[in-house]
């Protein structure tokens, strides 16, 4: 490939991280987008799902909500360390776009639930599940999958920084995906079928295209890159090789060695433990954010309906995407990890306190609900260096499968436990303070984390 006039007149190193940069992340924020809408847009759908029988609804409760909102992440947890390992060994690309077929075939199909032809799989509560769990299956290994592939084209200092550009598909797809939903939901009955089918079905079609394009569009490794001038593909695929030669005890980075050394190392188990309890707390917030808000707000004007609808559930993650964003920042600029993985949580389980304790105004509620948002988001680049900090590669591809596995069961147990004490209580409440917990102990776990200027597999 050949290179511009002013581009030749930059070192080598800031070309190839601005063209790498442009190349793989606005599309790997796009699928990360697209996942996420699939994965959460039942908070929003769960509104009307749980009006009664010919009413539009299936006549669920926030119990049933809950549970198959949170079996997504059992069937995800099962095959999540095989898929991550397979990026890692085999192809990431083709890998990332079978993911993302299935899952949006199965996102699709999350429309038809209670339709004749799904009796085949019992009955709606039944069909709910057994799709839910499917779809888990079908994402497994994504998220992993994309942070091992990231550390194939980015170094340690800058890894932060480009997982964070990643992972903003998570507050942006709320921020975006939220109200789109809302709007469909209340804008859409093509076909005589209700709104909230079609959020499925229009939320989930896109990641089939999308699959099939990534084919196309990525690429495994920086020496296969024909969209990479051969200079900068000499300098990272070179800065990679040395960061990987000091991480190494011996000069072969072996399968089934890395794989024993990072399933058991203990470093990676303390981030299982402080993964699942943030998990825990973030999906239990997430999945019952929508319907927190239609408590908070119970009036039916058109500004309570706005506030309720669309910027209650939404505006959290704005502020979880600038936090994201300046922690990852000021993490690669300081070189500091554990802080910048500690504060954050402290913060949200503080501040998703405070909002629980001024509930009676709106304001102050929403306003703390705001600083959550940064709270249980700005760690989440900055948590996810510390596998490859340590290990080598496929020990840490190894470690990323079962720290997000292990951790993603926590997006079961929050879930679940918000609805069923919503069902148990009447209200929130209850299930909010259990996740202040879960958030706090995270917090707490975290500050174990020990950094040090080198760290290699011993």
Not at 217 to 236: G, M, N, R, V
Not at 338 to 356: D, E, N, Y
Not at 376 to 402: C, E, I, K
């Amino acid at each position: 490939m050949a290179v511009s006039v002013a581009e030749s007149q930059l070192p080598v190193a800031e070309r190839a991280r601005r063209r790498i940069t442009w190349r793989l992340m606005p599309f790997l924020l796009l699928l990360y987008f697209l996942a996420y809408i699939d994965r959460t847009n039942v908070s929003v759908t769960a509104l009307d799902m749980k009006k009664p029988l010919g009413s539009g609804g299936l006549g669920f409760n926030d119990d049933i909500i809950g549970t198959g909102a949170g079996i997504f992440f059992i069937g995800y947890f099962l095959l999540e360390i095989p898929g991550t390992l397979i990026v890692e060994k085999w192809s990431a690309r083709k890998w990332i776009a079978r993911i993302m077929i299935s899952w949006g075939i199965i996102a699709t199909l999350m429309g038809f639930i209670g339709e004749q032809w799904m009796s085949f799989l019992g009955d709606n509560v039944s069909q709910f599940y057994v799709l839910r769990f499917i779809l888990g299956i079908a994402e497994a290994g994504f998220f992993p999958g994309i942070v091992v592939f990231l550390a194939h084209w980015f170094r340690y200092e800058d890894r932060a920084k480009a997982k964070a550009n990643f992972m903003i598909g998570i507050p942006i797809a709320s921020m975006i995906g939220v109200p789109l939903s809302q709007w469909i939901m209340s804008s859409i009955n093509w076909g005589g079928y209700e709104g909230w089918r079609w959020v499925f079905i229009l939320e989930g079609i896109p990641s089939i295209i999308f699959g099939i394009m990534t084919i196309f569009y990525l690429t495994d490794w920086p020496h296969q890159a024909k969209w990479l001038p051969d200079d900068e593909k000499q300098w990272i695929t070179g800065e990679l090789e040395r960061e990987r030669q000091e991480k190494l005890a011996s000069g072969k980075d072996d399968l089934w060695k890395g794989m024993k050394e990072g399933l058991f190392n203990p470093k990676t188990l303390l981030l299982c433990l402080i993964y699942i309890s943030i998990v825990t707390g973030f999906y239990g917030l997430t999945m019952f954010l929508p319907s927190i808000a239609e408590k908070m707000v119970p009036g039916t004007s058109t500004s309570d309906i706005i506030l309720k609808k669309y910027i209650i559930p939404a505006v959290p993650y704005v502020f979880g995407l600038v936090g994201m964003l300046w922690n990852s920042a000021h993490s690669d600029k300081t070189g500091e990890r554990r802080w910048h993985t500690v504060w954050p949580l402290l913060f949200g389980a503080v501040t998703l306190s405070l909002s629980l304790l001024t509930a009676s105004s709106v304001i102050f509620a929403f306003t703390f609900l705001c600083l959550t948002g940064i709270g249980v988001l700005a760690y989440l680049p900055v948590f996810w260096t510390w596998p490859s900090r340590f290990l080598a590669a496929s020990a840490s591809a190894a470690a990323v499968g079962l720290i997000n596995s292990f951790g993603n069961l926590g997006g079961y147990l929050g879930p679940k436990v918000v609805g069923w004490l919503s069902v148990e209580t009447g209200s929130y409440a209850a299930g909010q303070w259990f996740l202040v917990v879960c958030i706090l102990v995270a917090g707490l776990l975290a500050l174990m984390l020990k950094q040090q200027k080198k760290e290699a597999i011993q």
